[in-house]
């Protein structure tokens, strides 16, 4: 069965600090990826999207960058967190033109 | 690019009702639609999804219609019960330009009270 696995599910990181946020799929192969921020009380905002290995793109420029070193392996990452940056991270994929799977999120903080 | 909202922004009923929560869409060219449920600080419950050559979909006390030439969907809940609490999304998928990421509206909270 297709699942997906998203970590860690709360994370509290200073100012300055380095962030990197994974997730990674099983039961599919090729899956577009996708990260998502929520912020409170907002819908979901689409950070960044992949078609495929190294393929990334970006919907909004910021403090973020996102890669996809295998297939099924998709990482969030930040050189210097902002705060900002806090929020409701979550990672989906969607197996072909079928509907969408997401992970149960990560909550950041940045203090 | 597809554009959807949702209204309305909260919902609170008594047990028992039947409710409908409304999903608008902007390109009438989408693939597919798909309704989800979000508890307080978790991730997203696929509910029911909606290819575009479909009209509803039924789940349980769920269900969901698609008309693409208006633009809408709705999700009907019937005989809401406290455990239906929760914050409803739509995504649709796919339009006019091509893409195929979902696109969320902002979501219903809804709240059953006993």
């Known amino acids: 069965s297709q699942t997906i696995h998203q970590w860690p599910a709360t994370l509290v990181q200073p100012v300055g600090s380095p962030l990197s946020l994974e997730c990674t799929v099983e039961?599919?192969?090729?899956?577009?990826l996708y990260w998502y921020r929520q912020a409170a009380g907002r819908g979901l905002q689409l950070l960044f999207y992949s078609v495929g290995i190294g393929q990334i793109s970006s919907e909004v420029p910021q403090n973020l960058s996102a890669s996809r070193p295998q297939d099924r392996q998709f990482i969030l990452s930040s050189k210097k967190l902002l705060l900002s940056d806090s929020g409701f991270y979550l990672c989906?994929?969607?197996?072909?033109?079928?509907?969408?799977?997401f992970g149960q999120g990560t909550r950041l903080t940045v203090v | 690019k597809q554009e959807v909202t949702q209204i309305p922004a909260a919902l609170s009923v008594p047990e028992g009702e039947n409710l409908v929560l409304n999903c608008s869409f902007t390109?009438?060219?989408?693939?597919?639609l798909q309704w989800f449920r979000q508890d307080p600080g978790k991730g997203l419950t696929s509910l029911l999804l909606?290819?575009?050559?479909?009209r509803e979909q039924t789940s349980g006390r769920l269900n969901a219609s698609l008309d693409k030439s208006s633009g809408r969907s709705t999700l009907y809940i019937a005989a809401s019960q406290p455990g239906d609490s929760a914050t409803y999304l739509c995504?649709?998928?796919?339009?006019?330009?091509?893409?195929?990421?979902?696109?969320f509206g902002r979501g219903t909270s809804l709240i059953v009270h006993p």
């Open positions: 039961g599919t192969s090729n899956p577009n």
């Open positions: 989906a994929f969607t197996p072909e033109a079928t509907e969408a799977f």
């Open positions: 995504a649709g998928r796919g339009g006019s330009g091509g893409s195929y990421i979902p696109t």
């Open positions: 909606i290819q575009s050559s479909q």
């Open positions: 390109d009438s060219a989408i693939y597919n």
